[in-house]
């Protein structure tokens, strides 16, 4: 498969510990500070244990009691919880799939990681950048702005804090998210290596809250997603 032929190709070298399937497609890995849950929603994976080979994480489902026990176990050991999953769980919102239901995650994982208290969801499949408001503590970024076949972006509404597509002032910026993890927040950068703010970063953001240990940094979670409207150049929570 797709995934075989991946994972031949970069094996695990961070220690990844299986979730739901395994590596290259539902593991976890964890860092000082941070539990990191790489999760495929949506995606055929050929997973035996979900209807033909496709988790959904929905409520109910195997899959989602496995994420839900990774977060609270992360949680009892002071650790911020990351998930990255390739469909956004509202990407009908923003970007080109605003009528592709098939495109987005199952609104029940969305409401479990907000209910569990996970702090950031980074997804990709828009081939654009938008960033929530906080959803309670959680915060959504779509990180689709890496370069492949780039896309206009929708209103940002009332949800939306900032974005970025081929729509926007001056084009889309490509570039990457890091997130710098500490003890006490996470520091989120949308750096731009191409197009109007090139050189700079263009969005950030701060979750802050108690948790014990050394910092970790987590660069480049620059996914194939797809679009950017008026991006503030700082902005913060």
């Known amino acids: 498969s797709n995934f075989a032929a991946y994972a031949a190709c970069l094996p695990d070298r961070a220690g990844a510990k299986p979730l739901y399937g395994g590596f290259p497609t539902d593991y976890l890995i964890d860092l000082p500070n941070v ?22 994480y929905a409520n109910g489902t195997p899959e989602q009691a496995a994420l839900l026990t990774a977060i609270a176990d992360a949680k009892k050991a002071r650790k911020w919880v990351v998930v990255v999953q390739h ?13 592709d239901v098939w495109g987005t995650a199952s609104p029940d994982l969305a409401a ?13 499949h828009d081939h654009n950048y938008a ?5 309670g503590v959680t915060t ?11 896309k206009p972006i929708g209103s ?3 949800m939306w804090a900032s974005g ?21 927040k996470i520091a989120a950068s949308e750096v731009s290596v191409l197009g109007p703010h090139a050189g700079q ?22 996914t194939s997603l797809e679009g950017r409207t008026p991006v503030p150049t700082t902005t913060s929570r």
């Open 35 to 56: 539990r990191l849950i790489l999760i495929s929603p949506n995606i055929a994976t050929g997973n035996p244990g979900c209807p033909n080979g496709k988790c959904s």
């Open 131 to 135: 960033r929530s408001k906080p959803q």
């Open 156 to 158: 940002l509404g009332t």
């Open 201 to 222: 970063v263009f969005d950030r953001f701060t979750v802050k809250g108690p948790v014990r240990s050394a910092l970790a940094s987590v660069p480049a979670f620059g």
């Open 140 to 150: 959504f970024v779509t990180v689709g702005n890496g370069g492949y076949y780039p």
């Open 87 to 99: 469909e956004p769980s509202f990407g009908y919102t923003i970007g080109n799939h605003a009528t």
């Open 112 to 124: 479990a990681e907000i209910k569990a208290g996970v702090a950031v969801v980074v997804s990709g």
């Open 164 to 184: 970025s597509g081929t729509n926007s002032p001056g084009g889309i910026d490509i570039g990457y998210l890091q997130l710098d993890i500490s003890t006490l």
